[in-house]
T-cell receptor
Framework: KAGVTQTPRYLIKTRGQQVTLSCSPI?????VSWYQQTPGQGLQFLFE???????NKGNFPGRFSGRQFSNSRSEMNVSTLELGDSALYLC??????????????FGPGTRLTVL | AQSVTQLDSHVSVSEGTPVLLRCNYS??????LFWYVQHPNKGLQLLLK??????LVKGINGFEAEFKKSETSFHLTKPSAHMSDAAEYFC?????????????FGKGTKLSVKP
């Protein structure tokens, strides 16, 4: 079974631009979560989608948004990029996400650099 | 509220010697606990998972962890380190209240393996 895939793997943008990242979960998985990883803050939860609905959201500004499609693929968008948005963005999928014991499987991440 | 504390930010061992990465957790309920590993510029890979079954959990690549409720610990061990074990390791607790998403991450422990 293919793992979680994320595209693109690397992105370079300038301040003020916007960016869209894509995540394809493992086949059959319906829950997709997004995390931001930086050296200073570590891994921080952005949001979770399940059945095309945002089920949970972390403490990030409204510039960070996401969506999930009927095939469970998910995208996240960051508008008006700031230097501090430079990070590794990780996507994780799990089967149903109903239980907090579900295992989350992570993709390789998208490395975003904002200049 | 749940939290995870990884007691060492960096551990250095020699190849062939035992590995011990320490993790303490705080949870109001019976937690699910995970260890993930991240190699440089890669996503997170699940090493092992505890979900209230056997307290000694065996994972991939010879790693294991023991859940000790009385000590609120979930330390990761390996009898003999290999050069390929050099990576960053994250202790993770599930968030039954989902207030921070599904998973709460420790700050990580970087493992160095000397030849």
């Amino acid at each position: 079974k293919a793992g979680v895939t994320q595209t693109p793997r690397y992105l370079i943008k300038t301040r003020g631009q916007q960016v869209t990242l894509s995540c394809s979960p493992i086949s059959g998985h319906r829950s997709v979560s997004w995390y931001q990883q930086t050296p200073g803050q570590g891994l921080q939860f952005l949001f979770e989608y399940f059945s095309e609905t945002q089920r949970n959201k972390g403490n990030f500004p409204g510039r960070f948004s996401g969506r999930q499609f009927s095939n469970s693929r998910s995208e996240m968008n960051v508008s008006t990029l700031e230097l501090g948005d430079s990070a590794l963005y990780l996507c994780a999928s799990s089967l149903a996400g109903q239980s907090f014991t579900d295992t989350q499987y992570f993709g390789p991440g998208t490395r975003l650099t904002v200049l | 509220a749940q939290s995870v504390t990884q007691l060492d930010s960096h551990v250095s061992v020699s190849e062939g010697t035992p590995v011990l990465l320490r993790c303490n957790y705080s949870s109001s309920y019976s937690p699910s606990l995970f260890w993930y590993v991240q190699h440089p510029n890669k996503g997170l890979q699940l090493l092992l998972k505890y979900t209230s079954a056997a307290t000694l959990v065996k994972g991939i690549n010879g790693f294991e962890a023991e859940f000790k409720k009385s000590e609120t610990s979930f330390h990761l061990t390996k009898p003999s380190a290999h050069m390929s074990d050099a990576a960053e390791y994250f202790c993770v607790v599930s968030d039954e209240r989902r207030s921070q998403g599904n998973l709460i991450f420790g700050k990580g422990t970087k493992l160095s393996v000397k030849p």
